[in-house]
């Protein structure tokens, strides 16, 4: 199994950003996956941004942090899995990751934890 993150880069507060990522190598289960999108800032937890777990259609689950402000989706046809960020703020930087589960209920989505596979991160930098 292979998640490949990219998008990442240096912006202004209030821009925007789409990050993508490529999943390769797993089976797509439209009941049973979730994918889902953390990040780490430097000295701090990894932290949950957005999910979607599959099963309950392509509504999405969102921190609080990022709700209005961030959209995940994903293209099941093709294994990609996308986090469009609008009107990043300076605490939005951080390295981005993506993730994928199984069998995760709803508790779980925000435990990074639960997640069996993961990309490399993207680096976002939001500074003026």
């Known amino acids: 199994v292979q998640l490949k993150a990219s998008g990442g880069g240096l912006v202004q507060p209030g821009d925007s950003l789409r990050l993508s990522c490529a999943v390769s190598?797993?089976?797509?289960?439209?009941?049973?996956?979730?994918w889902a999108w953390f990040r780490q800032a430097p000295e701090k937890e990894r932290e949950f941004v957005a999910a979607i777990r599959w099963r309950d259609g392509r509504r999405g689950n969102y921190a609080d942090s990022v709700k209005a402000r961030f959209t995940i989706s994903g293209d099941t046809s093709n294994g990609m899995v996308y986090l469009q960020m609008n009107s990043l703020k300076p605490e939005d930087t951080a390295v981005y990751y993506c993730?994928?589960?199984?069998?995760?209920?709803?508790?779980?989505?925000?435990?990074?934890?639960?997640?069996?596979?993961w990309g490399q991160g993207t680096q976002v930098t939001v500074s003026s």
């Open positions: 993730a994928v589960g199984r069998y995760l209920i709803s508790s779980s989505l925000r435990d990074h934890a639960r997640y069996d596979d």
């Open positions: 190598g797993r089976t797509f289960s439209r009941n049973d996956d979730t």
